[in-house]
Nanobody, 112 residues
Framework: VQLVESGGGLVQPGGSLRLSCAASGFTFSRSSMSWYRQTAGKEREFVAVIGWIGGSTNYADSVKGRFAISRDNAKNTVFLQMNSLKPEDTAVYYC??????WGQGTQVTVSS
């Protein structure tokens, strides 16, 4: 299993970023995919998940209404569209599947 995140960077408060996670080594179309984030000294926290049946989604309260998770099964890729970003969204964002596979993470920094 390989998960490779991309799309992180530096953005001003109120801005947007779109993260991508390219997956391989497993049946992507039959796997739920999740995004987590972690800041220094804190535990990794759940951000969003998308199921493989019907594409149902769920979000952490802190990002509801601002973030949107989606997937492209033809490209084995999951996305996280992040809008109205806040400084507290600054973290390393990780893609995950099956509760045990993780990507290397991509840094998101929200700062003026």
């Amino acid at each position: 299993v390989q998960l490779v995140e991309s799309g992180g960077g530096l953005v001003q408060p109120g801005g947007s970023l779109r993260l991508s996670c390219a997956a391989s080594g497993f049946t992507f179309s039959r796997s739920s995919m999740s995004w987590y984030r972690q800041t220094a000294g804190k535990e990794r926290e759940f951000v969003a998940v998308i199921g493989w049946i019907g594409g149902s989604t769920n979000y952490a309260d802190s990002v509801k209404g601002r973030f949107a998770i989606s997937r492209d099964n033809a490209k084995n890729t999951v996305f996280l569209q992040m809008n109205s970003l806040k400084p507290e969204d600054t973290a390393v964002y990780y893609c995950s599947t099956m509760s045990r596979y993780w990507g290397q993470g991509t840094q998101v920094t929200v700062s003026s």
